[in-house]
T-cell receptor, first 112, second 113 residues
Framework: EPEVTQTPSHQVTQMGQEVILRCVPISNHLYFYWYRQILGQKVEFLVS????????KSEIFDDQFSVERPDGSNFTLKIRSTKLEDSAMYFC??????????FGSGTQLSVL | QQQVKQSPQSLIVQKGGISIINCAYENTAFDYFPWYQQFPGKGPALLIAIRPDVSEKKEGRFTISFNKSAKQFSLHIMDSQPGDSATYFC????????????FGTGTLLAVQP
């Protein structure tokens, strides 16, 4: 079965550093998402991306965050200057026209 | 209004028993209600989903019951197995440009052998 692939699985960074989280969505999918999950808490929506632009973003997704689909296959989340509270598991997800959303295995980001 | 409330926070069931997890929502614009299963270190995986035009949907041992008037829906796992031990999230979304999912707080299910 096709999968959403995320790399790296773990990322450790210093506060204030930039990080890029990478995702390869399922190839024929059209809608792309980033969600995050702070340890032991619920999964929270960050941003959705369709037709090469952001379609919706949450309050969490401030100016420090950006997304890009640079080459038609990869989908990246950049955090420009990481904060301690950015430590979380970040999930990429994708779907076709139906609502069925497929999640990757996540990138555990630890900001020290 | 965007919240989805989920209970219980954790649940212990004996093998072969029935696991029941409940969710409630407020936003009547929600029209898609999935349940996700998450194992440690993995992403959520869609288990089963329902739309408000039906009151029940069954897939194997998993059943969603939906009560539109009460704005509640629940997941029933029949003949629970140790391999069902995971965290379960209910979610809701509204059809539209983004279909973003609003997740419940999760239920940690432990099925004892």
């Amino acid at each position: 079965e096709p999968e959403v692939t995320q790399t790296p699985s773990h990322q450790v960074t210093q506060m204030g550093q930039e990080v890029i989280l990478r995702c390869v969505p399922i190839s024929n999918h059209l809608y792309f998402y980033w969600y995050r999950q702070i340890l032991g808490q619920k999964v929270e929506f960050l941003v959705s991306f369709y037709n090469n632009e952001i379609s919706e973003k949450s309050e969490i997704f401030d100016d420090q965050f950006s997304v890009e689909r640079p080459d038609g296959s990869n989908f990246t989340l950049k955090i420009r200057s990481t904060k301690l509270e950015d430590s979380a598991m970040y999930f990429c997800a994708s779907r076709q026209e139906s609502e069925k959303l497929f999640f990757g295995s996540g990138t555990q980001l630890s900001v020290l | 209004q965007q919240q989805v409330k989920q209970s219980p926070q954790s649940l212990i069931v004996q093998k072969g028993g029935i696991s029941i997890i409940n969710c409630a929502y407020e936003n009547t614009a929600f029209d898609y209600f999935p349940w996700y299963q998450q194992f440690p270190g993995k992403g959520p995986a869609l288990l089963i989903a329902i739309r408000p035009d039906v009151s029940e949907k069954k897939e194997g041992r998993f059943t969603i019951s939906f009560n539109k008037s009460a704005k509640q829906f629940s997941l029933h796992i029949m003949d629970s197995q140790p391999g069902d031990s995971a965290t379960y999230f209910c979610a809701a979304s509204r059809s539209g440009a983004t279909n973003k999912l609003i997740f419940g707080t999760g239920t940690l299910l432990a099925v004892q052998p």
